[in-house]
């Protein structure tokens, strides 16, 4: 599998509510940073992905522009998404357009990402 093919098969999971965790790697410099959140570190990382399986619903993820650089064990990436989900607690449908970039290494023959970024963009 490619880190293309890897890169779509989290949005993938993400839109099927499957787990997350097992696509970043188990290490304590793994940063993903979100709308709304900062984690650091694979237990972190892994913890704040439950919760966020745990809570929202009916993901709507839609790539357009996904572009990935692999470079023997890295790769990069930068992608504009259409994001969308609904939070079950507090009964909301949240939709952004969102900015996404990151990193990943391969590990154990599968690409991980030891980084990733999420923001939305801002109108000025």
């Known amino acids: 599998m490619s880190?293309?093919?890897r890169v779509r098969a989290y949005y993938d999971a993400l839109r099927?509510?499957?787990?997350?965790?097992?696509f970043f790697?188990?290490?304590?410099?793994?940063?993903?940073?979100?709308?709304?959140?900062?984690?650091?570190?694979?237990?972190?990382?892994?913890?704040?992905l439950g919760e966020q399986t745990e809570r929202t619903t009916d993901w709507?993820?839609?790539?357009?522009?996904l572009r990935v650089t692999e470079?023997?064990?890295?790769?990069?990436?930068g992608?504009?998404?259409?994001?969308?989900?609904t939070d079950t607690e507090r009964r909301i449908r949240?939709?952004?357009?969102?900015r996404w970039t990151g990193a990943l290494e391969l590990d154990d023959d599968r690409w991980r990402f030891v980084t990733m970024h999420v923001s939305t963009a801002r109108d000025l």
């Open 3 to 5: 880190a293309d093919d």
């Open 71 to 77: 470079r023997d064990r890295h790769a990069w990436f």
């Open 25 to 48: 790697a188990s290490v304590e410099s793994a940063v993903k940073v979100g709308i709304s959140e900062h984690l650091v570190g694979a237990d972190a990382v892994a913890d704040g």
């Open 94 to 98: 949240y939709e952004f357009d969102t």
């Open 79 to 85: 992608d504009r998404v259409s994001l969308a989900w």
């Open 60 to 65: 709507s993820v839609e790539s357009r522009d």
């Open 16 to 22: 099927a509510g499957e787990p997350l965790a097992p």
